[in-house]
């Protein structure tokens, strides 16, 4: 005979019911989902079109991204010509740093790093390596890349390293021809990126028009935002952390073209350069955007070449201007190699009280490629004349000695452009002027 439990009872036990299948249901929780490794393959797709458009007619993975196919396809159903292909990965960062990807490729590739272009060269050309930096943290990241073959033969490969240390010089690679194409004719380390090579050579084995070049560096920044600025004759394209702050690339007289960025950390900088015919210069500067000139002492009297003090003379068509400089602000203009008719001239006046003073000239970092600037001072005891070298001296202020000067109002700086080097083969810049009481 069964017994009848009360209710209570059998309220009670199946409360306890619950709570045991609770307590097996936390126990039972699974871990949580831990941090992803390098993926052990690539993610692949193919299209049989240059485009990778449509469905893919293959997907799976493969273990590296190291293919040579020649004239042959890749797989069974994908065309040997007229193709393309999508890989991607996630990879585990370990050392934050400046990682350089490296990829060889008939014909175009394209290669991203969390989104962000590494290399782009989405364009018909026979077998060519590309390198491209980017500072990447600790994590884990991902990397694709995009890839089509036309005709002909068919490599798609790709490699990284990392982290690189900070290279104390550019690594400049120059090329033969316009289009830094097939293996560079010279390899060189490179103190500066400023050059004016004007109608000449930039080394034996280079021609003196129809080259380019490749810079690279990786350079550390305070955190701040940075303007960048090149100067070339002819194109230019410059990178700046992966990205493509400076696309200029097409013929041009002497030009200059800005881009400004946050950065802070190891920087990995590009810039690459062709010149196609007549002079040859490439610069390339960079400022914090956010660090404010300290001004003068009130006792220091500075003219400025957008001051009312200067003065120029000469060819009108002679004078160029940049946005660079003391006070973001420079005039330059081509030498002379003697005093020809109508040559261009400069003097800064000044408004002293009379006294003895230091003079110094401003010499900006760029269109300073002269080694023989001739400032002429005019002082209470006549004139004296220096002669600085600009192009070792960007960036500085440099002295012309010290002086007693009567002001009058009729006393001042002079420059012109007649260096007695070759004829337009130099630039000369027109910048600031400053007088310190001694």
């Known amino acids: 005979m069964l017994r009848k439990f009360s209710f209570p009872i059998v309220l009670w036990m199946l409360f306890i019911h619950v709570l045991l299948l609770a307590g097996t249901a936390h126990a039972q929780t699974p871990e949580p989902p831990q941090a992803k490794h390098t993926d052990p393959f690539w993610q692949v797709a193919y299209w049989n079109n240059v485009a990778l458009s449509g469905?893919?007619?293959?997907?799976?993975?493969?273990?590296?991204?190291?293919?040579?196919?020649?004239?042959?396809?890749?797989?069974?159903?994908?065309?040997?010509?007229?193709?393309?292909?999508?890989?991607?990965?996630?990879?585990?960062?370990?050392?934050?740093?400046?990682?350089?990807?490296?990829?060889?490729?008939?014909d175009g590739i394209r290669v991203t790093v969390d989104?962000?272009?590494?290399?782009?060269?989405?364009?018909?050309?026979?077998?060519?390596t590309f390198v491209g930096d980017v500072?990447?943290?600790?994590?884990?990241?991902?990397?694709?890349?995009?890839?089509?073959?036309?005709m002909g033969e068919a490599v798609a490969r790709l490699a990284w390293s990392g982290p690189i240390s900070p290279?104390?010089?550019?690594?400049?690679?120059?090329?033969?021809?316009?289009?830094?194409?097939?293996?560079?004719?010279?390899?060189?380390?490179?103190?500066?990126?400023?050059?004016?090579?004007?109608?000449?050579?930039?080394?034996?084995?280079?021609?003196?028009?129809?080259?380019?070049?490749r810079w690279t560096r990786t350079f550390p920044f305070e955190p701040g935002s940075y303007r960048f600025t090149t100067t070339t004759d002819d194109g230019v394209r410059l990178w700046v952390n992966g990205h493509l702050l400076i696309d200029q690339w097409h013929d041009q007289a002497l030009s200059p073209h800005n881009g400004t960025l946050y950065l802070s950390g190891?920087?990995?900088?590009?810039?690459?350069?062709?010149?196609?015919?007549?002079?040859?210069?490439?610069?390339?500067?960079?400022h914090n955007v956010d660090d404010v000139p300290t001004p003068p002492p009130p006792d220091v009297i500075v003219v400025d070449d957008t001051d009312r003090g200067f003065v120029t003379g000469g060819s009108a068509t002679g004078w160029r201007t940049?946005?660079?400089?003391?006070?973001?602000?420079?005039?330059?203009?081509?030498?002379?190699?003697?005093?020809?008719?109508?040559?261009?001239w400069a003097r800064w006046y000044p408004d002293l009280?009379?006294?003895?003073?230091?003079?110094?000239v401003y010499v900006p970092e760029r269109y300073t490629t002269t080694s023989s600037a001739r400032y002429?001072?005019?002082?209470?005891?006549?004139?004296?004349?220096?002669?600085?070298?600009?192009?070792?001296?960007?960036?500085?202020?440099?002295?012309?000695?010290?002086?007693?000067?009567?002001?009058?109002?009729?006393?001042?700086?002079?420059?012109?452009?007649?260096?007695y080097e070759p004829y337009v083969s130099r630039l000369v810049a027109f910048d600031a002027v400053k007088w310190e009481p001694r």
């Open 55 to 106: 469905e893919p007619v293959i997907t799976g993975t493969e273990q590296n991204l190291d293919h040579g196919w020649g004239s042959g396809a890749p797989r069974a159903g994908v065309n040997a010509d007229r193709f393309s292909a999508r890989w991607n990965r996630y990879v585990d960062v370990t050392e934050a740093g400046t990682y350089r990807f490296t990829a060889t490729s008939d």
């Open 167 to 213: 290279a104390a010089s550019w690594r400049g690679e120059y090329f033969p021809n316009r289009w830094l194409s097939g293996p560079p004719a010279l390899n060189r380390d490179d103190q500066n990126l400023g050059f004016n090579w004007g109608y000449g050579s930039p080394a034996s084995g280079i021609p003196n028009d129809d080259f380019s070049v």
């Open 266 to 286: 190891d920087v990995p900088i590009k810039m690459e350069y062709y010149e196609h015919a007549g002079v040859a210069t490439a610069w390339l500067t960079w």
């Open 135 to 150: 500072h990447l943290a600790v994590g884990h990241h991902q990397v694709a890349v995009e890839y089509y073959e036309n």
């Open 322 to 344: 940049a946005a660079e400089g003391y006070g973001d602000h420079l005039t330059w203009t081509w030498n002379n190699d003697r005093a020809r008719s109508n040559y261009n």
């Open 376 to 419: 002429w001072v005019v002082h209470r005891d006549g004139y004296t004349l220096r002669r600085v070298s600009q192009s070792a001296n960007g960036g500085r202020w440099v002295s012309l000695g010290t002086y007693w000067f009567r002001g009058s109002g009729g006393e001042y700086v002079s420059l012109a452009d007649v260096t």
């Open 353 to 360: 009280a009379p006294g003895r003073y230091e003079v110094f």
């Open 115 to 128: 989104g962000v272009p590494v290399i782009d060269e989405w364009h018909d050309h026979p077998a060519r």
